[in-house]
């Protein structure tokens, strides 16, 4: 398999996988570009059949694991009275387990669960043989 150098926008990736519902990500292998194929619409000029049978577009799977990825934050807080607050209000037997968990830590499980999906989009390029290029 060829090694290929491209630059995607990782933070646009990422935040297309946390909103997966609003479609399907696809990377051009020559550009780095990545496209988002719409559920709602058509906001791309590409054919979806294009995207999808086109070697030069790989779809990004999803990566997203939010209920592991919950447990590893749950198990990283030091705090044990914190650890125990989000516990029980992420097992609480009603629906908004994480909008209860995002009301006790604020941003830190958003930037915790950021973390998780980078470092598992990285491993997944590497294993499509792309290489991330920063030019920023």
Same mark, same amino acid.
């Given at each position: 398999?060829?090694?290929?150098? &491209?630059?995607?926008? =990782? *933070?646009? $990736?990422? !935040?297309?996988?946390?909103? #997966?519902?609003?479609? %399907?990500?696809?990377?051009?292998?020559?550009?780095?570009?990545?496209?988002?194929?719409?559920?709602?619409d058509?906001?791309?000029?590409?054919d979806?059949?294009?995207?999808?049978?086109?070697?030069?577009?790989?779809?990004?799977?999803?990566?997203?694991?939010?209920?592991?990825? &919950?447990?590893?934050? =749950? *198990?990283? $807080?030091? !705090?044990?009275?914190?650890? #125990?607050?989000?516990? %029980?209000?992420?097992?609480?037997?009603?629906k908004?387990g994480?909008?209860?968990?995002?009301?006790?830590?604020?941003?830190?499980?958003?930037?915790?669960?950021?973390?998780?999906?980078?470092?598992?989009?990285?491993?997944?390029?590497?294993?499509?043989?792309?290489?991330?290029?920063?030019?920023?």
């Amino acid at each position: 398999m060829k090694k290929l150098k &491209l630059n995607p926008d =990782i *933070d646009w $990736i990422i !935040d297309g996988l946390r909103n #997966s519902e609003l479609g %399907e990500l696809y990377l051009d292998l020559q550009t780095g570009e990545v496209i988002l194929m719409s559920n709602e619409d058509e906001t791309t000029d590409l054919d979806p059949e294009e995207l999808m049978f086109n070697e030069r577009y790989l779809k990004i799977p999803d990566l997203c694991d939010s209920i592991r990825d &919950l447990k590893k934050f =749950i *198990d990283s $807080i030091q !705090d044990v009275k914190l650890r #125990s607050q989000v516990t %029980e209000a992420f097992y609480q037997k009603d629906k908004g387990g994480f909008k209860r968990v995002k009301a006790i830590v604020g941003h830190d499980w958003d930037n915790f669960e950021y973390l998780q999906i980078a470092s598992r989009l990285k491993s997944w390029l590497k294993s499509q043989g792309i290489e991330i290029i920063d030019e920023r």
